[in-house]
């Protein structure tokens, strides 16, 4: 069985970091897309960044510049370093993986809260 699990999350005070990974569990397929997602209390799910086979970001306009995205392809993981972060980051984020063969994975969700 393929999941993803995710790591990281917490709580942090405004201007901290955190990191999230995400890694592709049980049989390898490679990845075509691999990318976070967030979803904040009251609001749909949106694309905070993500990141194609050849290395090509899609990055949110709230987080550019505070937010970086990468993948290690030889592990099948992906990578979110959140820094400067404010209260509005706020929200469990999603990690989702475009499989070849298998389709869209999406992560069980992990809680990032900020606040003094």
């Known amino acids: 069985q393929v999941k993803l699990v995710e790591s990281g999350g917490g709580l942090v005070q405004p201007g901290g970091s955190l990191r999230l990974s995400c890694a592709v569990s049980?049989?390898?397929?490679?990845?075509?897309?691999m990318g976070w997602y967030r979803q904040g209390p009251g609001k749909e799910r949106g694309l905070v960044a993500s990141?194609?086979?050849?290395?090509?970001?899609n990055v949110a306009d709230s987080v550019k510049g505070r937010f970086t995205i990468s993948r290690d392809g030889a592990e099948n993981t992906v990578t979110l370093q959140m820094n400067t972060l404010k209260p509005e980051d706020t929200a469990v984020y999603y990690c989702?993986?475009?499989?070849?063969?298998?389709?869209?994975?999406w992560g069980q969700g992990t809680q990032v809260t900020v606040s003094s």
């Open positions: 989702n993986v475009n499989l070849v063969v298998v389709g869209v994975l």
């Open positions: 049980g049989r390898r397929f490679s990845a075509n897309s």
């Open positions: 990141v194609n086979r050849g290395g090509a970001t």
